[in-house]
């Protein structure tokens, strides 16, 4: 199957910084990737689909302002946690479509602010 | 819009027994698809399994089993002689894509299994 790589793995950061999480689509090219948050013992939740050389549509009650997606080529999407704070600590999840529709999940990236 | 429910929280059993997790989802399209998931305590999620609106029959793989009941609205998955390898989180979810394409998965909330030795 498709691989879909997340670096980091794991980043602690101070209140206050800025953190920038990648999605990147190994051996295929993903027109869409989605992001996903996760929060200890809880569902995923999505909170944004990016698209490529566009604009990222963000789920509702999503702050765009907060979450910068850049989805600036066919097998990367950057995500940007600005200012973070301790409630922004979560477990973060890409995946990426395929052409057949299919989606591949990333390892996550476990987000912890101090 | 689409919902999906997972009733258990949390299942504990001692090796080797059998399990059922269930999964019961909402959804107004005629066409749908459902998923399992599995999440190790790595994180990572691990696709089990996608199955159509349209193919009810039920699917063996391995210890492994799902029974698709459209009728009650349920996808529901039977692990059989568990073992200690099978805790994990395991996720139903459900889109109106095959491959929960561009839209993305509605998960359920997941259901925490603890296999015991």
């Known amino acids: 199957g498709a691989v879909v790589s997340q670096h980091p793995s794991r980043v602690i950061c101070k209140s206050g910084t800025s953190v920038k999480i990648e999605c990147r689509s190994l051996d295929f090219q993903a027109t869409t990737m989605f992001w996903y948050r996760q929060f200890p013992k809880k569902s995923l939740m999505l909170m944004a689909t990016s698209n490529e050389g566009s604009k990222a549509t963000y789920e509702q009650g999503v702050e765009k302002d907060k979450f910068l997606i850049n989805h600036a080529s066919l097998t990367l999407s950057t995500l940007t946690v600005t200012s973070a704070h301790p409630e922004d600590s979560s477990f973060y999840i890409c995946?990426?479509?395929?052409?057949?529709?299919?989606?591949?999940f990333g390892p996550g990236t476990r987000l912890l602010v101090l | 819009a689409q919902k999906v429910t997972q009733a258990q929280t949390e299942i504990s059993v001692v090796e080797k027994e059998d399990v059922t997790l269930d999964c019961v989802y909402e959804t107004r399209d005629t066409t749908y698809y459902l998923f399992w998931y599995k999440q190790p305590p790595s994180g990572e999620l691990v696709f089990l399994i996608r199955?159509?609106?349209?193919?009810?029959q039920n699917e063996i793989s391995g210890r492994y089993s799902w029974n698709f009941q459209k009728s009650t609205s349920s996808f529901n998955f039977t692990i059989t002689a568990s073992q200690v390898v099978d805790s994990a989180v395991y996720f139903c979810?459900?889109?109106?894509?095959?491959?929960?394409?561009?839209?993305?998965?509605?998960f359920g909330k997941g259901t925490h299994l603890i296999i015991q030795p």
């Open positions: 199955r159509n609106s349209f193919d009810e």
């Open positions: 995946s990426a479509l395929t052409e057949t529709e299919t989606q591949y």
């Open positions: 979810a459900l889109s109106e894509i095959p491959g929960g394409g561009a839209d993305g998965l509605t």
